[in-house]
């Protein structure tokens, strides 16, 4: 069964663009949240769980099963993911 991904990312930032286009290049499926888009109290919310994975709110910040990786690191991505 193949790991669930979840990725926190901006839709400005050309690492998250880079990740994306990755996955979607490899057939990953993933979920996503673009933070810079939300606004209130979803922000907030979904700034905080970021926070539990990645103390320094930097992006992307990349869910894969029980591993976390932040930035756009293919290497530890691949592994991450068996591909």
Known sequence: MPQKVKMFTLSTCSHCKATKQFMADNNI???????DLLVGKERETIIEEVMQYNPHRSFPT???????IIGFQEKAIREALGI
């Open 62 to 68: 990349i869910i894969i099963g029980d591993k976390i």
């Open 29 to 35: 499926e993933f979920d996503f949240v673009d933070v």
